[in-house]
């Protein structure tokens, strides 16, 4: 971007040389969020009802761990049972 130079001169002076001024930044847009007690009581809502929401699936997913780790204890009991059986018998 140029910028322009005003250049002035008389008979008597020599030429003085005048920058031109600094380009302005334009103003901020003055847009702010603004949180009404209507509005903070919401983001508070969403905010409970998502923990409340991931904390069940976590549990959930800990329970299924859970049944599904008893499941294998139980299984792997049973064959021990039969193959000590099955040895006995031999």
Do not use: E, F, W, Y
Request: hydrophobic share 50%; with cysteine; proline share 8%.
């Amino acid at each position: 971007m140029a910028s322009a130079v005003h250049v002035t001169t008389t008979d008597n002076a020599p030429a003085t040389i005048t920058p031109a001024p600094a380009p302005v930044a334009p103003a901020p847009n003055g847009r702010t969020v603004q949180i009404t007690p209507g509005t903070a009581l919401a983001l508070v809502g969403g905010g409970t009802a998502a923990v409340l929401v991931v904390g069940t699936v976590l549990v959930s997913m800990l329970l299924a761990v859970a049944i599904t780790a008893a499941s294998v204890a139980v299984c792997a009991v049973v064959l021990k049972s039969l193959l000590n059986q099955q040895g006995k018998q031999s």
